[in-house]
């Protein structure tokens, strides 16, 4: 029997918000120990909590990023249960009226296109942190995160393979970083993830019964987890048993989930309005204001970027999956294009006009494309690093694809003058000067030397003449040796041919 999975992801993203959503402390993280606390998000007796209007701004951002309808009228309940990690003995949260609902994001896998449903966005407070030192008796707490502020986006059970639930993930994270309120990070649990799955007969309508899947701090073990998961519940299935409702663990470790606690064992949070916060009541303006000031997200700005600088659509996907990738090689093309400022306009005047120079701009934008998506990411993946700790500048990149593109290099030696840019940060003008790589376009010269060795190779001559073709890439290959590589290929292959037939 064939089986098709049926996934749910709910996601809880910090915001970041100088302060905490219902007090004055810092919300920043890396604090010693309960420095960031105060009366009110320790819990203590008489106090009053105030909503953080930043808070409510963010989680209607991210409303509207994701195409939610956002409640004119909502409100915050207490999910009471207790843990040492909660002072007040209750969490406060949204319940019945999250402040957006019914909205969407598009995601594509292996070149497929699909939307995916978020039922709901609410805003609610983190809980503190304890912390378990195995030299101690007993555990400690840090109260520093308590009341940090967290928006909980729940996805619609339509999610059918893990590659879907990362590329969702993925998504979502790169809108949070678009909208500058989350920082998504993943290791440090800025950006959290619970999967819900279940499996089903493929072509059936009923959902199965849906394990919650936890401790899924990476994407890979997010991936990892779902698959194993999926796979678990078909054996079950198939061996004539029943998924049960459950909560399960992943671990990394032995690479399964393990079951963490079962229905019975649920918790009854005894949700209730709380009674010390106002309802929440937006105004349409204040909804308009928002929507004018959402900056350009990942989606237009990768249809910008196919009909502005002419990128295939997959390259446009991969620099602007995040925000600073694609402000790199916008820097970069920008500088690429001077020294003329006006040139990028010029060409893209000349769009309307003349097919040729738009292609020439394209050519430009492709090359820089390439090296970003080849060279850069690579060397970024080696070193572990991000893009805004790259050894290679934006400028210096831009630089060195114009010394290929004005034919100073070619893209043989660009490739080592880049990896001397990575390892010492100096610019492409001082490596090729000090390792004197400059490209020989002499033509005088090289017609010199192809002279010189046609005449020590009668043999490869007449082999040459007899059709053996490809001879010619022994020659190729002897004028780049005596030039270290320095050779124009385009020059050398045009006058060897040439000579030869001479010859
Ligand atoms: P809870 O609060 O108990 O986790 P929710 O109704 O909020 O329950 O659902 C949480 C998530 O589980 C949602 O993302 C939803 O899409 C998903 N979900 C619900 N039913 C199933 C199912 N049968 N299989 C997989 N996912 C499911
Ligand atoms: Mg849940
Ligand atoms: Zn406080």
């Given at each position: 029997?064939?089986?098709?999975?049926?996934?749910?992801?709910?996601?809880?993203?910090?915001?970041?918000?100088?302060?905490?959503?219902?007090?004055?402390?810092?919300?920043?993280?890396?604090?010693?120990?309960?420095?960031?606390?105060?009366?009110?998000?320790?819990?203590?007796?008489?106090?009053?909590?105030?909503?953080?209007?930043?808070?409510?701004?963010?989680?209607?951002?991210m409303g509207i990023?994701t195409n939610c309808t956002i409640?004119?009228?909502?409100?915050?309940?207490?999910?009471?249960?207790?843990?040492?990690?909660?002072?007040?003995?209750?969490?406060?949260?949204?319940?019945?009226?999250?402040?957006a609902q019914n909205g969407h994001?598009?995601?594509?896998?292996?070149?497929?296109?699909?939307?995916?449903?978020i039922?709901r966005i609410?805003?609610?407070?983190?809980?503190?942190?304890?912390?378990?030192?195995?030299?101690?008796?007993?555990?400690?707490?840090?109260?520093?995160?308590?009341?940090?502020?967290?928006?909980?986006?729940?996805?619609?059970?339509?999610?059918?393979?893990?590659?879907?639930?990362?590329?969702?993930?993925?998504?979502?994270?790169?809108?949070?970083?678009?909208?500058?309120?989350?920082?998504?990070?993943?290791?440090?649990?800025?950006?959290?993830?619970?999967?819900?799955?279940?499996?089903?007969?493929?072509?059936?309508?009923?959902?199965?019964?849906?394990?919650?899947?936890?401790?899924?701090?990476?994407?890979?073990?997010?991936?990892?987890?779902?698959?194993?998961?999926?796979?678990?519940?078909?054996?079950?299935?198939?061996?004539?048993?029943?998924?049960?409702?459950?909560?399960?663990?992943?671990?990394?470790?032995?690479?399964?989930?393990?079951?963490?606690?079962?229905?019975?064992?649920?918790?009854?949070?005894?949700?209730?309005?709380?009674?010390?916060?106002?309802?929440?009541?937006?105004?349409?303006?204040?909804?308009?204001?928002?929507?004018?000031?959402?900056?350009?997200?990942?989606?237009?700005?990768?249809?910008?970027?196919?009909?502005?600088?002419?990128?295939?659509?997959?390259?446009?996907?991969?620099?602007?999956?995040?925000?600073?990738?694609?402000?790199?090689?916008?820097?970069?093309?920008?500088?690429?294009?001077?020294?003329?400022?006006?040139?990028?306009?010029?060409?893209?005047?000349?769009?309307?006009?003349?097919?040729?120079?738009?292609?020439?701009?394209?050519?430009?934008?492709?090359?820089?494309?390439?090296?970003?998506?080849?060279?850069?990411?690579?060397?970024?993946?080696?070193?572990?690093?991000?893009?805004?700790?790259?050894?290679?500048?934006?400028?210096?990149?831009?630089?060195?694809?114009?010394?290929?593109?004005?034919?100073?290099?070619?893209?043989?030696?660009?490739?080592?003058?880049?990896?001397?840019?990575?390892?010492?940060?100096?610019?492409?003008?001082?490596?090729?000067?000090?390792?004197?790589?400059?490209?020989?376009?002499?033509?005088?010269?090289?017609?010199?030397?192809?002279?010189?060795?046609?005449?020590?190779?009668?043999?490869?001559?007449?082999?040459?003449?007899?059709?053996?073709?490809?001879?010619?890439?022994?020659?190729?290959?002897?004028?780049?040796?005596?030039?270290?590589?320095?050779?124009?290929?385009?020059?050398?292959?045009?006058?060897?041919?040439?000579?030869?037939?001479?010859?």
């Amino acid at each position: 029997m064939q089986f098709e999975a049926v996934i749910g992801l709910e996601v809880h993203a910090q915001l970041k918000t100088k302060t905490k959503i219902f007090c004055s402390c810092p919300a920043s993280f890396g604090a010693p120990p309960n420095t960031h606390t105060c009366p009110v998000c320790l819990g203590m007796p008489g106090v009053l909590p105030v909503l953080n209007k930043k808070v409510v701004e963010y989680a209607m951002l991210m409303g509207i990023a994701t195409n939610c309808t956002i409640a004119g009228n909502s409100g915050f309940a207490r999910k009471n249960y207790f843990y040492p990690d909660l002072p007040k003995g209750y969490q406060i949260s949204q319940y019945e009226l999250p402040i957006a609902q019914n909205g969407h994001i598009d995601i594509e896998t292996n070149g497929v296109k699909k939307r995916i449903g978020i039922t709901r966005i609410h805003m609610e407070e983190d809980a503190g942190k304890l912390i378990h030192d195995p030299s101690r008796p007993y555990s400690m707490v840090d109260f520093n995160r308590t009341g940090v502020p967290l928006i909980e986006i729940v996805s619609e059970p339509e999610i059918r393979t893990f590659e879907e639930a990362g590329a969702y993930l993925r998504k979502l994270r790169s809108i949070l970083r678009y909208l500058d309120i989350c920082d998504g990070n993943m290791e440090e649990g800025s950006f959290r993830c619970d999967a819900n799955v279940s499996i089903r007969p493929e072509g059936t309508a009923p959902f199965g019964t849906r394990t919650e899947l936890k401790n899924l701090n990476s994407f890979k073990h997010v991936e990892k987890a779902i698959q194993y998961e999926i796979e678990r519940q078909k054996d079950v299935l198939l061996e004539g048993g029943k998924i049960i409702q459950e909560t399960r663990l992943w671990d990394p470790a032995k690479n399964c989930t393990t079951s963490m606690r079962g229905k019975e064992e649920a918790h009854d949070y005894r949700y209730f309005p709380d009674p010390d916060l106002l309802p929440l009541v937006i105004d349409d303006s204040w909804i308009n204001e928002l929507t004018k000031k959402l900056p350009e997200l990942p989606d237009g700005k990768k249809e910008r970027f196919i009909a502005e600088y002419g990128l295939p659509e997959y390259d446009a996907g991969v620099l602007t999956s995040a925000l600073e990738l694609a402000g790199y090689f916008e820097a970069c093309v920008k500088e690429f294009n001077s020294p003329s400022p006006d040139k990028r306009d010029k060409y893209l005047h000349e769009i309307i006009f003349c097919q040729k120079r738009a292609e020439n701009y394209f050519l430009g934008t492709k090359l820089v494309s390439n090296w970003v998506m080849g060279a850069l990411l690579g060397l970024l993946n080696t070193e572990g690093k991000t893009i805004e700790e790259s050894p290679v500048s934006s400028s210096n990149l831009a630089r060195l694809l114009k010394l290929i593109d004005q034919n100073v290099i070619s893209g043989k030696i660009a490739k080592t003058v880049f990896e001397e840019m990575a390892e010492t940060g100096k610019s492409p003008e001082e490596i090729i000067r000090e390792k004197d790589l400059v490209q020989v376009t002499d033509v005088s010269a090289i017609e010199e030397m192809i002279t010189k060795l046609i005449g020590s190779c009668p043999k490869e001559v007449a082999d040459y003449k007899a059709g053996k073709t490809k001879v010619l890439g022994f020659f190729v290959g002897r004028i780049m040796k005596e030039t270290k590589g320095k050779a124009n290929p385009e020059i050398v292959n045009r006058i060897l041919k040439e000579k030869l037939h001479q010859a």
